[in-house]
C-alpha cells in the first residue's frame, strides 16, 4: 500500500512542504515548464492544433466586431488580427465607422514598439487629455500583468514624449487635470503600495516633476485596499473626488481640490454613487434610514448634491428592487439616469429625467428584451455625453450586434441604428437555448440555461461553467470558443446562476460570500444533478469549467462533489485558502472571502479550502490545472501546488502554465486559443464525447478507454 504525503490537511494547515512553488525562483519554474510540457504531450496532438487553427482563426477574423468610445469627433479601437497580434490603436469617424470597410488611422503599432523596445508589451488603455486631445498617456502591460507601465504619446506627430508622463512598471492608474498636470494613483515607489498591492496614495503630478517626489494630496493606511481620485467635469467649476476603500466593497468619499480633499460625503460605505452636475444617485448595499425613511438594499434613490451636502437628506426613489427584480447597473448621459435591471434575468431599461418638481420616467422598450443586453454611453467622458448609447445585444446562439441609440429622440420614432454585427463563428443549426431552474441544498432555486440539441438520448457530453463571485452577474451570450469545439459537435453546455453572484441583487451575493461560499458550491453541484435527474447526461459526461473565483469552484468541485464529474477544467484558481492573503493581491478580497488568520473566519473558510481537504482513495475525476507565469493578481503559486499535492496523492492531475497573458490566457489570439484548445480537448478526451458515436454502449466504451489511458500514462510517468 502506497503511503502518501497528505500534507497540508485541515488539522495542521501550516505544515505545506510546497510553499516553494509560490517562489518564482529556478527549481519552481523548472517545475512548471517540465509539468506543462508533459500536458502538451498528452492533449496537444493533432486535434489540439486543428482547434488551435480554428479558434485562432475566429479571434483574427477581420469582420469581428470593433468595440468603440467616442472621444470628440474620433472613435478610438484597440485591434489584433493575425497580421497584427498584438495589436494596432486606431481611430476613425462615425461617418466612416459606419461603412462595411472603415478607413481607420492607425496611431500605434503594439507588434511594431515590442520589436523596437525589446519588451513584451500588451496593451492595457490609454487616458486622453480632455481638453485639447492632443495627449495621452498610455497603459503597457508586460505579458499581460495588472503592473504596467504608463508612457505619455503625442497624438499629433504619433510619437512617445521622451520627457513627459511617463512612469515605470507599477499597478495604478493616472487621471489628467489639464495639458500639464496628472492626478497620480499607484504603488509605485517606496510605501506607496497597500497591503493588496495597489496604490496608497493619490499624488498631484506636473510635467517635468519627480513622480516619486511629487506631492501626496491625500492618502490611505497600509491596511486599505486601495485609494483613487478623479477629476469632475459636470459641475460649474472644476471638483475632484477622493476615494478610499478600506475593503474590497466599501468606500469612504471626499470631496475637494487640487490641494486636496476638503468634505467626506456622508454615504454608506457599502453604497455605491454616480453625480452629475447637482444631481446625486445612491444604490445602497443594505437597508438605509436616512431622513425619516428606511431605503431597501438596491433601491436607487436621487438628490440635489448642494441639498445634500447642506444637511438635506430626503431622496426621491427611483427604482425599487424585488425577488426577482434586481438593477445591473446604472449611469449618467447627458443630465439623464439611465439604468440597467433584469426581470428574473430578462434585461429591462429604463431612463429618468430631472425636473423642477419630479422626476420624468420613461421605460425604454424598443431596446432588446431578450438575451443579454448591455448598455452604456458613446461618449468616453461623462460631461460630454449628448444622449447616445452604444447597445450591445446577443445570446448564446446569435452573434452579438452593436447599436447606436439616441435617448433624445422622440419614444414614437425608431432611435436606434444598427452599427456592426459580429460574424457567425459556428453553426448553430439544431440549437436550442432553453432555462431551467435545480433545486439546492437549503431549497433554493437556481437558475442555469442550456444549450444543445432539442433530442437528446440522455448521455450528452455536457459543458458545465459558473463564476458566483463579487456580485458579478454571468448571463449567457455567444460563446464562440465553446460554439466551434463543443456545441457545433454535438454537445451541450450550461451556464449556472449561483449564488454568490450579482444577478439578483445584492441578496444573492451576500447568500454566496464569506459563510455562503460553501453555499455556491453546494449550487452548482445542485445544477450538475439536475441535468441527470431530468435525463439530460450522466454524471461520468459532465465536464465542468471555472476560472479564478470559479477555479476555486471547481477545485471543490473535485473534493466535495467528485461523483458528480467526469472532467474538470481548473484555471487561474484561487485554492489555498489558508495563504491566499499573502499573495499579491489575495488580502483584497477578505470582503469576499474571509480572513484566514482569524480563528472565527478560517472555521469557515477551511471547508472551502481544497488544497488542505484533498485526500487519498477518493474517487477524484481527472482535472487540469492551468495558470499563467505572468498572473500577478491571483498567484501561480495556488494551481501548482493543487497539482503537486494531487500528483503525490496519486491522482490524475495535470497541469498547465502559459508563459505570459497575466490574469487571462495568453497575451495574443495564437495563445489564448492554445489554452483554450488545450483545456477543451483535456475534457472531450476524459469524457469521451467524440464526434458521431452512435451507440451509448460505444461511447461508454470510448470514454473508458479514455479513462484508463489517462491514468495510464499518468501512473507510468508519476512511478
Request: with cysteine; proline share 6%; aromatic share 10%.
Amino acid at each position: 500500500m502506497n503511503a502518501f504525503d497528505v500534507r497540508p490537511t485541515l488539522d495542521a494547515p501550516d505544515d505545506d512542504p510546497y510553499v516553494w512553488l509560490e517562489v518564482e525562483g529556478e527549481r519552481a519554474l523548472a517545475w512548471a515548464a517540465g509539468q506543462s510540457a508533459r500536458t502538451l504531450k498528452h492533449f496537444g496532438g493533432t486535434q489540439f492544433e486543428r482547434d488551435r487553427a480554428a479558434l485562432t482563426a475566429i479571434f483574427d477574423n477581420r469582420d469581428n466586431l470593433p468595440l468603440i468610445a467616442r472621444r470628440s469627433q474620433y472613435l478610438y479601437n484597440y485591434w489584433r488580427d493575425d497580421g497584427n497580434p498584438r495589436g494596432l490603436w486606431r481611430r476613425t469617424t462615425l461617418a466612416s465607422y459606419m461603412k462595411a470597410d472603415p478607413q481607420w488611422e492607425l496611431l500605434l503599432d503594439l507588434d511594431a514598439l515590442a520589436a523596437s523596445d525589446g519588451e513584451d508589451w500588451i496593451w492595457d488603455g490609454a487616458s486622453i487629455e480632455p481638453e485639447r486631445r492632443e495627449r495621452a498617456v498610455l497603459r503597457l502591460s508586460r505579458g499581460g500583468s495588472d503592473a504596467v507601465a504608463h508612457r505619455e504619446f503625442d497624438l499629433i506627430s504619433l510619437s512617445f514624449v521622451a520627457d513627459g508622463f511617463n512612469l515605470p512598471e507599477a499597478k495604478g492608474y493616472v487621471n489628467w487635470l489639464d495639458p500639464d498636470t496628472l492626478l497620480l494613483f499607484s504603488a509605485l515607489g517606496n510605501g506607496m503600495a497597500t497591503r493588496s498591492g495597489y496604490a496608497r496614495t493619490v499624488r498631484l503630478w506636473k510635467r517635468d516633476a519627480d513622480p516619486l517626489t511629487t506631492p501626496a494630496i491625500f492618502e490611505a493606511g497600509f491596511e486599505s485596499f486601495q485609494v483613487s481620485g478623479h477629476s469632475d467635469r459636470t459641475g460649474r467649476s472644476e471638483r475632484l473626488w477622493f476615494i478610499e476603500q478600506p475593503a474590497f466593497f466599501e468606500k469612504i468619499s471626499w470631496i475637494g481640490d487640487r490641494s486636496g480633499p476638503r468634505r467626506q460625503i456622508d454615504l454608506p460605505r457599502d453604497a455605491s454613487w454616480r453625480v452629475f452636475g447637482d444631481w446625486l444617485a445612491v444604490r445602497p448595499r443594505k437597508p438605509w434610514t436616512v431622513g425619516g425613511t428606511t431605503h431597501p438594499a438596491d433601491a436607487l434613490i436621487v438628490i440635489s448634491l448642494s441639498t445634500f451636502l447642506a444637511g438635506g437628506r430626503r431622496f426621491e426613489t427611483l427604482f425599487q428592487p424585488g425577488e426577482r427584480r434586481s438593477m445591473q447597473s446604472f449611469f449618467w448621459n447627458d443630465g439623464k439616469l439611465i439604468i440597467s435591471y433584469l426581470v428574473n434575468l430578462a434585461p429591462r431599461f429604463e431612463m429618468f429625467t430631472p425636473g423642477h418638481q419630479e422626476w420624468t420616467r420613461r421605460v425604454l422598450n424598443t431596446l432588446p428584451a431578450e438575451g443579454t443586453v448591455n448598455v452604456w454611453s458613446f461618449d468616453a467622458a461623462v460631461h460630454e455625453t449628448n444622449g447616445e448609447v452604444l447597445i450591445c445585444a446577443q445570446d448564446p446562439i446569435t452573434p452579438p450586434q452593436l447599436l447606436l441609440f439616441d435617448l433624445n429622440a422622440a419614444p414614437s420614432l425608431s432611435a436606434s441604428a444598427i452599427l456592426k454585427r459580429s460574424p457567425e463563428n459556428f453553426d448553430a443549426s439544431g440549437l436550442v437555448v432553453t432555462r431551467h431552474e435545480a433545486v439546492s441544498i437549503d431549497h433554493e432555486l437556481i437558475p442555469y440555461t442550456q444549450v444543445g440539441p432539442a433530442n437528446g438520448n440522455g448521455d450528452a457530453p455536457i459543458h458545465l461553467s459558473a463564476y458566483g463571485g463579487f456580485g458579478v452577474s454571468l448571463l449567457p451570450y455567444y460563446n464562440s470558443p465553446l460554439g466551434k469545439l463543443w456545441l457545433e459537435r454535438g454537445g451541450t453546455c450550461v451556464e449556472a446562476n449561483i449564488r454568490g453572484g450579482g444577478e439578483f441583487g445584492t441578496r444573492w451575493h451576500e447568500a454566496g460570500r464569506r459563510e455562503g461560499k460553501r453555499l455556491a458550491h453546494d449550487d452548482f453541484a445542485a445544477v450538475a444533478a439536475d441535468l441527470v435527474r431530468r435525463g439530460i447526461t450522466l454524471p461520468r459526461r459532465i465536464a465542468a469549467e471555472g476560472g479564478s473565483n470559479g477555479g476555486l469552484l471547481i477545485a471543490n468541485m473535485l473534493t466535495r462533489y467528485p461523483e458528480h464529474f467526469g472532467a474538470l477544467f481548473c484555471t487561474a484558481p484561487l485554492i489555498d485558502m489558508r495563504r491566499y492573503t499573502k499573495l499579491l493581491a489575495g488580502a483584497s478580497w477578505i470582503d469576499e472571502y474571509g480572513d484566514p488568520d482569524k480563528v472565527h473566519d478560517w472555521a469557515f473558510l477551511k471547508e472551502i479550502s481544497a488544497y488542505h481537504a484533498a485526500a487519498p482513495g477518493q474517487p477524484y475525476p481527472p482535472i487540469l490545472i492551468a495558470t499563467t507565469k505572468r498572473d500577478d493578481r491571483v498567484h501561480p503559486g495556488h494551481a501548482r501546488k493543487m497539482a503537486a499535492k494531487l500528483q503525490a496523492l496519486g491522482y490524475p492531475a495535470y497541469f498547465y502554465e502559459a508563459s505570459a497573458g497575466g490574469h487571462g490566457c495568453g497575451e495574443d489570439n495564437r495563445e489564448q486559443a492554445a489554452f483554450i484548445s488545450l483545456g477543451t480537448n483535456f475534457l472531450r478526451s476524459a469524457i469521451g464525447f467524440n464526434d458521431h458515436l452512435p451507440e451509448t454502449a460505444e461511447r461508454v466504451a470510448t470514454q473508458e478507454g479514455h479513462l484508463r489511458s489517462i491514468n495510464n500514462s499518468f501512473e507510468q510517468e508519476t512511478k
